[in-house]
């Protein structure tokens, strides 16, 4: 069973950056696919971003793309978001998930264990 935790949220001001971490334990992460999605009050979760085993490979939705940044410390069984020029429509509890595979997954439906989120709000 894997357990993952998130931490960095918190209120920035457009433009701002904030730099989200998620701490794995309990499994063997570097076995597995890891990803951020982000819910925003009154919506659906949605994919944000996601990283291969080994780092080797990143994708991101087209609304963060060129903003955010996700990479991964397999020694540390971290991964992070870094999320830069922070616009209000960013605002969302930020989870990431896990799934054992060697590839980019952006299905929420297919993500085997979650996170219990984090808050970021972007004020305008």
């Known amino acids: 069973q894997v357990q993952l935790v998130e931490s960095g949220g918190g209120l920035v001001q457009t433009g701002g950056s904030l730099r989200l971490s998620c701490a794995a334990s309990?499994?063997?992460?570097?076995?597995?696919?890891m990803a951020w999605f982000r819910q925003a009050p009154g919506k659906e979760r949605e994919f944000a971003a996601s990283?291969?085993?080994?780092?080797?490979?990143?994708y991101y939705v087209d609304s963060v793309r060129g903003r955010f940044t996700v990479s991964r410390d397999n020694a540390k069984n971290t991964v992070y978001l870094q999320m830069n020029s922070l616009k209000p429509e960013d605002t969302a509890v930020y989870y990431c998930a896990a799934k054992p595979s060697l590839g980019i997954v952006t299905e929420k439906s297919r993500y085997d264990y979650w996170g219990q989120g984090t808050q970021v709000t972007v004020s305008s």
């Open positions: 990283i291969t085993w080994n780092g080797g490979i990143t």
């Open positions: 309990g499994g063997t992460f570097r076995s597995y696919s």
